[in-house]
Structure formats: C-alpha cells, structure tokens
C-alpha cells in the first residue's frame, strides 16, 4: 500500500546549519504531500504542503519540492534555530482524506 | 475561529477500566479523524467519520476500540477494559470536507496511560 519513509533521526545540529531531511514515498497514484511539525507536548501543525509534481511547498524558512521522478519530498531549510527543534513528519493523502504519515524525524538544534 | 479541542489533555486509566476521549473539531468542519501515537514513533491512523457515520475504520483494533461522531457533540473515541499497550498519545484532526488539499488540523492531543 501507499506509504511514506522518513530518514532516521534524531538528527543534531548546530544553529545556523544547513537542514536536509529525506523523505520518500510509495504511491499508485499522485498524491498531495505534507510535512507537519510536531512540538513538545503538541499537537501537529502543518509545516508546507505541495499538490503536484514540481509543486514548491515553503513556510518559515522551509522548502520542499514535489519529485515525481525520485519519488521524493525532501525538507530543507538554509539556516535552522534552536526554535525549529521539534519532530517533523512527511505524509502523503488522496483525496480520500486518508493521511499516511512517516515516523517522524526528531530535531535538536544546539546553540 | 478555535482549532480543534480534545480533552481530556493527560488521562490515567487502570487496566480493565474504560477510556472516553473528546474530540470537538473546528467550527464547520464536517469530517473528523482519529490517529493514534505511540512512543517514539509516527502517527498511525485509525477512524475517519463524518456526522453519524463511519467512513474508514481500517485502522481500527478489531476488539475494545469504537468512536461516534454523533449529530450534536463531540467525536469520542472509546477504549474499553484498557491494556498497558493502549498507553499513547491519540491525536484528533478535522477537515472541512474532501475536497481541495484535504488539509487536516490537528488538536493538542491526548496522553493515555495505563497503570
């Protein structure tokens, strides 16, 4: 079935690094895709978003870029800070609303 | 406009007990989802209804597991005789409907322990 895969976390870095966190999917069709960000003690909020192939979703600094080609929806963002740390979710959705998310990736950003 | 509202925010619960969760989701949305996070891991889903109706249960245990999302009121996502195992944080979202980017809101969640 549908899915997505995150990379493994945690990942630590220290403030004013470069961000890259892989996400892939597996899909029949052409889904939406998303990444949330989770944290402490929340609940998930909608980071960005992209709907079709080469779709640019961006929000606070991060870009991700739909890849049909590579299946991919990586997340980047130039300069992270200690408040971007956090848990970061990929997910993908039809428009059966069902959402298939990946398992998260765990931020820390150190000053 | 408030977001989605789940209370209890923390619940303890003995095993064999009964768990009621609430789920109020943002003003004019119609749809509403349940999701399931255990520790360390993603979310994984588990019901999606619209007003008094069950549209996807996939993700649902077969055994002690129900919701309702009845005309007036909350959803409630229920767990009878609780196990260790049910301990998790279970997360509501609502959407407006299932069209457009099928954005999903999510509430604050809430923390299940079992003793």
């Known amino acids: 079935g549908d899915s997505v895969t995150q990379m493994e976390g945690p990942v630590t870095l220290s403030e004013e690094a470069f961000l890259t966190i892989n996400c892939t999917y597996t899909a029949t069709g052409y889904p939406s895709l998303f990444w949330y960000v989770q944290y402490p003690g929340e609940g998930l909020q909608l980071l960005l978003k992209?709907?079709?192939?080469?779709d640019k979703g961006s929000n606070k600094g991060f870009e991700a870029t739909y890849r049909k080609e590579t299946t991919s929806f990586h997340l980047e963002k130039g300069s992270v800070q200690v408040s971007d740390s956090a848990v970061y979710f990929c997910a993908l959705s039809y428009n059966n609303n069902d959402m298939r998310f990946g398992a998260g990736t765990r931020l820390t950003v150190k000053p | 406009n408030a977001g989605v509202m789940q209370n209890p925010r923390h619940l303890v619960r003995r095993r064999g007990q009964e768990a009621r969760l609430r789920c109020s989701p943002m003003?004019?949305?119609?749809?509403v989802y349940w999701y399931r996070q255990l520790p360390e891991e993603g979310l994984k889903f588990m019901v999606y209804?619209?007003?008094?109706?069950?549209?996807?249960e996939s993700g649902m245990p077969k055994e002690r597991f129900s919701a309702e999302f009845p005309k007036e009121g909350p959803s409630i996502l229920r767990i009878q005789q609780v196990v260790r195992g049910d301990s998790a944080a279970y997360f509501c979202a609502s959407s407006p409907g299932r069209d457009s980017y099928n954005e999903q809101f999510f509430g604050p969640g809430t923390r299940l322990t079992v003793l």
């Open positions: 003003k004019g949305h119609s749809h």
């Open positions: 992209a709907t079709k192939a080469d």
């Open positions: 209804l619209q007003k008094e109706n069950i549209i996807d």
